[in-house]
């Protein structure tokens, strides 16, 4: 397997003149790069594994240079002339299947590898690939076999590619992208031409056979029929068995051996071969007995036989044409005829395929005996086995199976079910509840909408069958699972409160194991289920007294709803997108709570970057509510910690902690073990990786909600992730949905509710770096500024500002290096937050800078982070590009998701309504010019409500400066209306309380 890689043409020449002679690929970077990357990235992987080879791609090329595979490599070519297939040079690095299957590993579903390195289509696509060869492993769909070529013969595993699996393949060769088929040997003089069926089909079976000899003992294989006699140890089938499990597979032999080997292992997969190319397959139907007498009663109509497994052939062309095997042991049969005219003996492919599926199905295997077989009677108990285990069976190994329509998904698969009703103590509201108070429960359990009698249960429970024929229906039923049914109703059954919330939400445990249909109570439990399963609303509150600010109509919902929640005492995830007021609506639950008389501190755990926006939005909303920051090396600890903490409402913290989606982290569980009377989760993205996210959310907000950690694997996420298991997902949504309130900007509701422009100011800490640099700066400036005056004056006070706004911005723009970026700004953590949520739930946004070095830096680290482009719009760039930039940023479907812009570059003359956010991400400090560029994407033509950021470090001059505005905004023209010229005019001292570092910068 070969791999190569792309890179920028800039990192490759940096001083330009460095383009590559002949056909060798302009953008790519060498074996040892791609060795390097390989090794920092994928766990296992070997710097010893391969070997250094030249190839040749074949790729898309236009006015002699190839495409670019993506715009992060290079700006893709504006040229409108039909591109062609040329022939280009490529290091390349080759691996073996069995080194290669961790870089597709590492790859799968990632569109970064690392920082800086993104995953091509074809790795992708190949990651899926090897998927697929793996579960044909773990299914163990494989045989022996042999290869024989021109080195002499080899001993290899080959898949299986039968039923589901052939068709599956179909469909994954039909995705395969061009890229994945570009390569061949150095010096090839014609494009790669074989059909991507064969050529998925050829890596699949390289990655079964890798992966089967890479396991600690192969399977055991039975010689094919054939010599018999004692053989020396060194003799063609022992080699051909020892192969199986070398690393080579070589198989030595004489000619002659190898050719008699070779026809033996095929005569030994004739069968096989037989079923995998006929143009039809076996089908099994399972047929229910007829109807029984009117007054037979429904156990005596279990335990008759009746059942009836029948043997079709059914077409690959057409699934609806089935010839029972009846008609094809029938002599003069006009259907067969026709069949085996066309070559296709009926007769032998529907005995070798009943042969195959014996060693599966029992009842087969016994209908073997009979001379010409089409089909099988069974009894109950059969029926049941051939439902639950042998047509799953028969399934995966591609043969046909229908069930009666009750059975299946489709159908209306009836099973008894349990009712639960529970009394309701004689208690108003919430007032001495817990969700640890016991309840009285009874239990019924019902078929449909009829209740079952004890007497029923009791005659269901003594059966040795689950399948049961019952008022008329068949169903599924265990007789063990009955019994615990049993012994639960026959005794007084309590639960806790908690678990009655379970059972109502479909995550508790029952007798049994049955499903439950429903919970009924009275009073106030009764109110409280209802409002938790939908079936009435809660209780919409009033603004809480106290709380400065007006909530908009789905902001009241929202507080009201966590209310509501803690009231009872139970967690809530608010996952509304991004802003939509999280906060704000948090901030109005504790002030409510504080009115309604609940004592004690609120802790609130966030990351660094948010921590001054939320001291800032509770001084603004809450400001009776005292808040205590917790963070930096003089915060208080211990005892001192506790008396302080106690003296406030708020307590802010960040530890990083905030990341509980992961449950094995030390954070997360140090999250779940803090006492709390109830818990709330504020996430944009409440499943960012996969269902498992929900676990360790819900975990944290109600623990044991959805059970252990290994249930909700077997119950939810490998149903839903490894099977698509629709009904799971349904069950999982029921379960969290009344504890998770997500609304979207794009819901009807909320559009109406929102302004067509939102602007909001992101306060960002300064790292230990930036908060260092800024304080030197700030003691140059000193000296500077107490010997300057006149123009000189006005000169030092402006360099002063651009430094100390470039340090807010990053050090390395302030130190013109080329040092690392990530890690080192408060302001880009915060934007890198804030970006991974709005590309993941397809949004775009126009990023503005006044500098355009803070504008590479933000390309390079955004592309490098996301593996997207980010487009870069500047004073250097020609009128011409600036017009294409525009039209693919407007190209809602494919464009860029970031779109960088100097302000000065970029503030006037442009159409970007593709975006629906806008940052500042360092302030010009004229309202006018700030508004004007917001105005890129808040003009006519847009269709989404715009939110605006303005970033700002806390404790900094950006803080201070946008203060004064505020304050002077009604004469904003007259005072900043020249941008930064109005601060030459304060004096020294005025300069220091405006340049200063206060104690409020947080340092993150």
Not at 868 to 894: I, P, Y
Request: with cysteine.
């Amino acid at each position: 397997m070969l791999l190569w890689a792309e890179q920028s043409p800039d990192e490759l020449c940096p001083e330009g003149n460095g383009h590559p002679a002949g056909n060798e690929h302009p953008y790519c970077a060498g074996p040892g790069e791609l060795v390097n990357v390989l090794a920092d990235a994928v766990p296992g992987f070997r710097a010893d594994s391969g070997e250094a080879v030249s190839a040749t791609a074949w790729l898309p090329s236009r006015g002699g240079s190839p495409l670019p595979s993506s715009a992060l490599v290079a700006d893709p070519s504006r040229s409108r002339a039909r591109p062609r297939l040329m022939p280009w040079s490529v290091p390349a690095y080759r691996v073996s299947p069995a080194d290669a299957i961790p870089i597709f590993q590492a790859g799968k579903g990632q569109g970064m590898l690392t920082t800086g390195v993104s995953v091509g289509g074809d790795l992708a696509y190949w990651s899926q690939a090897v998927r697929f060869g793996a579960a044909l492993v773990a299914r163990q769909q494989f045989l022996p076999g042999t290869i024989h070529d021109a080195d002499g013969a080899r001993a290899t595993w080959v898949p299986l590619f039968i039923g589901a699996d052939a068709e599956r393949l179909a469909r994954l060769s039909q995705r395969m992208p061009a890229s994945a088929r570009a390569l061949s040997g150095s010096g090839a003089g014609q494009p790669p031409d074989q059909p991507a069926a064969t050529v998925l089909r050829t890596f699949v079976a390289a990655v079964a056979d890798s992966l089967i000899r890479s396991v600690n003992g192969a399977p055991e294989v039975i010689a094919p029929k054939g010599r018999r006699e004692k053989l020396a140890f060194d003799s063609v089938h022992d080699a051909w068995l020892s192969g199986l499990k070398s690393i080579d597979g070589a198989v030595h032999g004489t000619q002659e051996q190898l050719g008699q080997l070779r026809a033996q292992v095929a005569e030994w997969q004739r069968p096989i071969a037989l079923t995998a190319s006929a143009p039809f397959r076996v089908c099994f139907r399972l047929e229910e007995p007829p109807e029984p007498p009117g007054d037979e009663p429904d156990v005596a109509a279990t335990q008759r036989d009746g059942w009836y497994l029948r043997y079709l052939l059914q077409s690959h062309a057409d699934r609806s044409l089935l010839l029972p095997a009846s008609a094809v042991w029938k002599t003069g049969g006009q259907r067969v005829r026709e069949l085996e005219r066309d070559g296709f003996n009926p007769r032998e492919f529907l005995l070798a395929s009943l042969g195959q599926a014996s060693g599966v199905c029992a009842g087969v295997a016994d209908s073997l005996q009979r001379k010409r077989p089409a089909g099988r009677k069974l009894d109950a108990a059969m029926a049941y086995q051939f439902l639950t285990r042998e047509s799953i069976a028969l399934e995966e190994a591609g043969y046909g199976i229908i069930l009666p329509a009750w059975w299946t998904r489709r159908g209306t698969k009836t099973r008894p079910t349990i009712r639960a009703n529970v009394k309701t103590p004689q208690m108003q509201g919430g007032g001495g509840v817990s969700l640890a108070t016991m309840l009285e429960l009874d239990l019924e359990v019902a078929l449909g909408d009829q209740v079952m009698t004890a007497r029923e249960l009791e005659a269901l429970a003594q059966l040795k069958t689950p399948l049961v024929r019952l008022r008329g229906q068949w169903v599924e039923l265990n007789a063990n699972e009955i019994r615990e049914a049993l012994d639960f109703w026959n005794r007084k059954g309590e639960i806790t409160l908690q678990d009655v919330i379970r059972l109502a939400v479909g995550a508790g445990e029952t007798p049994g194991g049955l499903d439950v249909d429903g919970v009924s109570a009275s009073g106030w439990i009764d109110d409280l289920l209802g409002q938790l399963t939908g079936r009435a609303e809660f209780q919409e509150l009033e603004t809480p007294e106290g709380f400065c600010g007006t909530l908009r109509p789905y902001q009241q919902r929202g507080y009201s709803w966590l209310a509501y929640l803690r009231r009872w005492g139970l967690g809530a995830c608010l996952a509304d997108d991004m802003g939509l007021g999280k906060t704000v609506q948090t901030l109005a639950a504790i002030q409510q709570d504080r009115r309604d008389g609940v004592a004690g501190s609120v802790l609130l755990v966030c990351p660094t970057s948010v921590l001054n926006n939320w001291r800032k939005e509770a001084a603004r909303f809450t400001p009776d509510l005292p808040l205590m920051v917790h963070h930096g090396p003089s915060r208080r600890r211990d005892a001192e910690f506790v008396a302080e903490a106690r003296q406030h409402a708020i307590v802010v913290a960040s530890y990083g902690a905030q990341n509980i989606k992961n449950p094995a982290t030390r954070q997360a569980r140090a999250a779940r073990s803090l006492g709390a009377d109830y818990r709330v989760a504020l996430t944009g993205t409440p499943v960012e990786n996969h269902v498992g996210d929900l676990w360790s959310v819900m975990q944290f907000l109600n623990p044991g909600l959805l059970g252990t950690e290994g249930e909700f694997k077997r119950n939810y996420f490998i149903p839903i992730q490894a099977e698509g298991d629709e009904g799971a997902a349904q069950r999982l949504q029921r379960a969290t949905g009344p504890f998770i309130l997500r609304r979207l900007k794009t819901d009807r509701a909320i559009i109406t509710d929102l302004p067509e422009k939102v602007e909001t100011k992101e306060f960002c800490p300064l790292t230990r770096e930036q908060a260092t640099l800024y304080e030197a700066v700030l003691q140059e400036a000193e000296q500077a500024l107490a010997e300057a005056e006149g123009i000189g004056r006005r000169g030092a006070i402006l360099g002063t500002l651009t430094k100390l706004k470039q340090v807010c911005n990053h050090p390395r723009q302030l130190l013109g290096d080329n040092s690392a970026i990530g890690g080192r700004s408060g302001k880009l953590a915060r934007l890198q937050d804030m970006l991974e949520e709005i590309i993941a739930v397809g949004d775009r946004a126009l990023i503005f800078s006044q500098f355009a070095e803070m504008g590479d830096i933000l390309q390079r680290h955004i592309q490098d982070t996301f593996g997207k482009e980010a487009m870069f719009l500047h004073g250097g760039v020609s009128r011409r590009q600036r017009d294409r930039m525009v039209e693919r940023f407007q190209d809602t479907r494919n464009g860029p998701p970031v779109f960088i812009l100097s302000l000065r570059a970029g503030g006037t003359g442009l159409n970007l309504t593709a975006a629906n956010h806008v940052f500042h991400y360092d302030r010009w400090w004229n309202p006018a010019v700030e508004n004007q560029a917001t105005d890129r994407a808040f003009r006519i033509g847009q269709t989404s409500n715009v939110q605006v950021h303005k970033f700002m470090c806390a404790g900094t001059l950006e803080e201070r400066i946008d203060l004064m505005i505020e304050a002077k905004q009604a004469n904003a023209e007259r005072v900043v209306g020249t941008g930064e010229g109005w601060l030459t005019k304060l004096s020294n001292d005025e300069l220091r309380d405006v340049l200063s570092l206060s104690s409020e910068a947080a340092v993150a």
